[in-house]
DNA sequence: GAAAGTGCAAGAGCGGTGCTCTGATTTATG
DNA sequence: CATAAATCAGAGCACCGCTCTTGCACTTTC
């Protein structure tokens, strides 16, 4: 990501930009599947052909959105944590600001953890960024047992083995045992567990209070995690 | 579903099982937003536009598949339970016999708890066969408490205002409290979410045994929704 | 048994898709 | 200024879901 030196350079830029903004902005409308190179060259009156330029194919293209979409997740998580606030509260508070992220964006929260795309595979490139998210989860945690509160709740035991992530690499200075390394996993599936419910629509007619359903599952979920209250 | 009583009636059936036994076959291979009702005609030497006599659209289509798939995850959930058996087991085995059912059939899983298709949503009338396999669940926790050996595990308590569902009307003899309910709510949700987040390489990089970590997963659920042992 | 009526398959066609190839045009460089 | 590189529009390929019309084959009725 050099700085555009020459103005073709720059054109270029920008017209990358603008194809993934259009991009985005169909996305939102039809989502992923429907998502058509066509329409996006219509919206910025260029020929089909010429996307190609800028996204060798429609795979490509949805990469990028996808790298977008987890950075945005990301962002909506990363800022909805207080770091001041008590452990339970910036818990919940992530939740939150995933679950409304996921509400206002659900084509690409689909994108993210739906159906992957036919033959399509997540380029590595994108687990930095797919990392944002659970991370956050993970530095409530961490803090939490820095500042020597967390308290793990009786619960069957983990076999270490069964754990690849070391989170240490992630989140310097705090050392997670297997146990708790597998309860943030656990309870970073649940997030979007049951956002994915809410959205699909798996809950109609079984929860009463969607909102309320979901503040149920993030205090259980924090609470196995060990967060105190 | 009247018995065909002419010839006529009889071929058409037929035809109709037929269609849909290669629309799976189908959907097995290149998965559901590919499935193209031009490629089931060509496997059944028809011209495309006979199959429209037999499902309306497209989407027609894929709800007779979601159904059958609905009923077969039911199924799979159903025949791995041994009633005989202890809870923990019975639990156990039923998460395994779904995994194992996902596992077989990705596409149909994902037909059933992925991104739903673009305009598409379910119709009522799948919401039945839908139940089974959440239902299998609720049944070891019905008979655990019907036994008297359910041991609800201290957590977050769940407001009754927020759970609509009433498994006292699928389940009779048994009474579910609001906080038991919630608890295999929680539990259907985690058994999905752990299969999705497997099959679409959530994992890669996180867990180091996929099978043992979603055993894992099985007995904290278990042992949250109240299950001995 | 023939005629009237009906269910169904076939084919052509519409507008859409992702993607490629071919010239033409614009831009940057020697 | 000329040459080389980058970019573009357009035509075209093979596919898609879906619709409409035509004609055949089978049923039912007279």
Same sequence: chains 1, 2.
């Avoid at 996006?40 to 089909?48: I, T």
């Avoid at 989170?167 to 146990?179: G, K, M, N, Q, R």
């Avoid at 309870?187 to 699909?200: D, K, M, Q, T």
């Amino acid at each position: 990501m050099n700085a555009p030196r020459t103005a073709r350079e720059r054109a270029r830029a920008e017209l990358t930009r603008e194809i993934l903004a259009a991009a985005r902005r169909q996305l939102g409308e039809v989502g992923p599947s429907a998502l058509s190179l066509r329409a996006v060259a219509r919206e910025l009156e260029m020929a089909s052909s010429a996307i190609y330029r800028y996204f060798k194919s429609r795979d490509e293209l949805l990469t990028a959105l996808i790298l977008a979409a987890y950075n945005d997740i990301g962002d909506a998580a990363e800022s909805a944590d207080d770091p001041a606030a008590e452990p339970a509260e910036r818990w919940t508070a992530i939740w939150r600001g995933v679950r409304a992220w996921a509400l206002d964006n659900p084509h690409e929260f689909a994108l993210l953890f739906g159906t992957p795309v036919p033959g399509y595979a997540a380029p590595q490139e994108t687990a930095a960024a797919a990392g944002r998210m659970p991370l956050a989860l993970a530095r409530v945690v961490a803090d939490a047992k820095a500042a020597g509160v967390l308290d793990l709740p009786p619960a069957p035991p983990c076999d270490p083995a069964l754990i690849e992530l070391d989170l240490t690499t992630l989140l310097p200075d705090v050392v997670f045992t297997a146990e708790e390394t597998a309860r943030i996993l656990l309870a970073w599936n649940r997030l979007v567990g049951i956002v994915s419910y809410e959205l699909h629509g798996h809950l109609v007619g079984v929860t009463a209070d969607d909102a309320g359903f979901f503040d149920y599952a993030a205090r259980t979920s924090g609470a196995f995690a060990g967060l105190p209250l």
